[in-house]
């Protein structure tokens, strides 16, 4: 299989310089190859889109279905009854449905976690659940809360992650709002929430606090935004231990993107819809001040939809430590690259020992062990 990619240099975050208007490619490390072993965790899932665990919480992994369920898988066994099911409350198909859970760095006190999914007019909501205080394997959902509501103008580009940050906050995927090009181009307006990675504080105010270094904290545009120009960040991932941010974000005709920054290095412009990918979309001219270009990024030869996964930390598989991973919808492969100094240093297309279908996601555990979740409805986990 070929692939173009292209990596960002020290400068800026471009992955391009421009000449004239036509763009020159950076070269990339060129790419190895190696052998993955993919462990069956689990299957009969019906879309399963993410996965995660209360912090701390090494027996169980909670694995989010695309209809509205959390189903738990509990030392290798999933159990028989759901952990929470709100199929009554959302709209699913297509790029709609229940698409992620984060659970309160504090869960073992406070019982919090919170889920974002679209509900029946299809609009973005972020709320806030608690778990039963008679069954740790059970939520209780009459105590839903609304922490934010993000009205949606079309059914698809909806993000759809909540996850938070080593900052304690809740950081929130949200996409252009859908259709074809941004046509309002809501992912560069500060007022709008769409296009954007949001950065809130739920453990303040009422239903949250705005961060004071957000940086349209007191002015200039939303304050919920932390950073802008996004097209479809269906999933996007904190790295502690270098400090990076990594954004996969969904291109539209032509590029897949992956983006590679500081977490902490707010108010950052990836550049939709003025750049697909490192290259000119719209409009023209194409203005490249300011804008934060991709550090990884593949034609639509080699795929449609870029799936966003993690940084292996974990410590079953220690050749794999420092390799960040992800997929594509519709290319299947999984593929990794390492970042060292600022740049890409290695990277990795993966043959991996059984054939997994097509990718949804990754989940990640409390031990740093990853996962791929497959359209068939098994969870493996990545070793090697």
Request: aromatic share 10%.
């Amino acid at each position: 299989m070929s692939t173009k990619l292209a990596v960002a240099g020290p400068l800026c975050g471009l992955a391009l310089l421009t000449c004239a208007g036509n763009p020159m490619s950076i070269p990339l490390p060129l790419e190895g190859a190696g052998t993955l072993h993919l462990a069956s965790v689990a299957s009969g899932f019906a879309s399963p889109v993410f996965l995660a665990t209360p912090p701390g919480d090494t027996a169980r992994l909670f694995v989010v279905e695309q209809t509205g369920l959390i189903q738990i898988v509990q030392h290798g066994v999933r159990l028989g009854s759901p952990f929470m099911d709100i199929t009554d409350r959302v709209a699913s198909g297509g790029e709609r449905g229940l698409l992620s859970v984060a659970f309160h760095p504090n869960y073992a006190a406070n019982g919090f976690f919170y889920v974002n999914y679209t509900d029946l007019n299809g609009d973005t909501r972020v709320e806030r659940y608690s778990v039963s205080v008679a069954d740790s394997n059970l939520a209780d959902t009459a105590t839903h809360k609304l922490i934010l509501f993000v009205r949606q103008p079309y059914s698809n580009h909806n993000g759809g992650l909540v996850m938070f940050g080593p900052d304690g906050m809740l950081y929130i995927g949200m996409g252009d709002g859908g259709s074809g090009g941004d046509p309002e181009n809501r992912a560069q307006h500060p007022d709008s929430l769409l296009g954007k990675l949001l950065r809130i504080d739920v453990d303040r105010g009422d239903p949250y606090a705005i961060p004071p270094n957000n940086p349209f904290a007191t002015s200039g545009g939303a304050p919920e935004i932390w950073a802008i120009g996004l097209r479809n960040p269906w999933r996007f991932a904190f790295d502690p231990p270098s400090g990076l941010l990594y954004i996969a974000d969904v291109g539209q005709n032509t590029w897949e993107e992956v983006d590679v920054e500081l977490a902490s290095q707010g108010g950052l412009n990836y550049g939709w819809r003025i750049m697909e990918g490192a290259h000119c979309s719209n409009p023209d001219p194409c203005q490249l001040a300011g804008l934060v270009l991709p550090r990884v990024e593949y034609t639509r030869n080699d795929g449609c939809a870029v799936i966003g996964g993690f940084v292996y930390r974990g410590t079953r598989s220690p050749s794999l430590v420092g390799e960040y991973f992800f997929a594509d919808l519709c290319g299947g492969w999984l593929r990794s690259f390492t970042v060292a100094g600022g740049n890409v240093s290695t990277r990795t297309l993966w043959t991996p020992d059984v054939s997994p279908g097509t990718p949804l996601s990754f989940g990640e555990d409390a031990n740093g062990e990853l996962y791929v979740l497959s359209s068939g409805g098994t969870v493996y986990r990545i070793a090697q």
